[in-house]
């Protein structure tokens, strides 16, 4: 079993063999794999380069202590099983110190809070984890998590209650705050979770928001690398590697990137010893990233889940597919883009079709089509309203919205069947399985004003333009595919 005594005879597989055990300096909630494939690797490597006390708390705000457990067994340790296309490396990482499960660790996890060596607070808790009330960006106060956290603020169980409760506690012992990393993947996401805490703390304490506005920073990232969920064959690929067992390994592709905007008033991590960009503003890259990967990633998901394709390099693989989802980002997504000279959108879109074909990696659509009712927005309508706006097709983008619409009536083109997982899944599939024909499906998911707002809901461009793909997928998806993939 990994362990912090096996350590010794793992040299060849950690990153160097120097390591001082670091305090902690970081409570990270949302301990998934993304985290500890990404921001947990920079930051040991940048401790690496400029030593620091940059050891990470990680929390489940699931209360998963099975994870909890499998990693505090390894006492915070795990590889990281990197899958390119010539082969696998596997890198042990020691920078996780603790992990703590939601509701069991609460007072561990106040008391990191409150420690003065906790500098920053970073979160990946993916779009649903901000409980914002989509049309205006404020914690949704009809959200029943919400709700229970301004009625006890002491026991807080979502991310504005978590926070609110946390600066309350070093604002009254008056400890400088800690600075807030949003890692998800959100347009403006530092601006959009200081939005959600500032109007969560305005109802519970104005005085504390006053507080929160003056004296805490909320720096945007933009945060790229290619996460699958953990297999048996990572946990094989791991031990055949260590020659010990790590029941939480993390595959990934090798490429990584992140971008982030350089606002630390309690200083950071070195982390561009380790590569990362640090800027004074994420937004292009942010977008052009949501708006070419994000989108496409999601535009392949739905479309496999109806033709059947498992995962993203299947999808990729089908040459139609590919050559649908390079025109999409060439001629409707990369001309809405603005980023710097330095920032070649070509040779981007093509890394990303490279990404895909990663044939080792078996990244599942299933995992990627979760949450459309969170992803849709920033990914794909964003760029929609853009060339709506600007009076320009949206045809390919219009395909992407039906495959969504149709893979929400829970069925493949084959007939099989899947579930449906969103936070809004009830009234999805029931406003899906209610429409008979395309034009009652655009109309009845078009009216859910949680993910389209009235002005592209009325849009009569938009739905004739849903209502033909959707009349197309009908008759079967490759057909539809094969169709748009020839468009002019
Ligand atoms: C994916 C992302 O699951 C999804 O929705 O599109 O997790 C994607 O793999 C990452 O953002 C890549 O950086």
Redesign the pocket.
Known sequence: MLSRSSLSALEAHCLSSEWRVPAIGIVHLGIGN?HRAHEALYTEEAMLAQPGDWGICGVTLQGDVSKRDALMTQDGLYSVVERGPDGVRVTVVRALREVLAMPFGRARLFERFADERVRIVSLTVTEKGYCRDPQTGDADFTHSGVAHDLAHPDEPSTVPGILCAAFKARRDAGTPPFTVLSCD?LSHNGEALRQAVCSFARRLDPALAMWIETHVAFPSTM?????PATTDADRAAAQAALGVRDEAPVPCEPFRQWVIEDRFPAGRPAWETAGAQLVDDVAPFEIA?LRM??AT??TL?YLSMLAGFETISDAVGHAPLASLIHAMMTREIAPTLDVPPSFDLGTYRDALLARYANPALK?RCA??A??GSQ?MPPRILSTIQARLDAGQPIERLALAVAAWFTFLRGRADDGSRYAISDPLAERLTNAADNAGTPDSLVDALLAVSDVFPASLARNPALREALVRAATKLQNGSLAAIDEYARMD
Request: aromatic content about 6%; overall charge positive; glycine content about 0%.
């Open positions: 993304f993947n945060v790229d690398r290619i996460v990233k990967l994000n990633h999601s998901a990244h995992q990627i979760m949450d992803k």
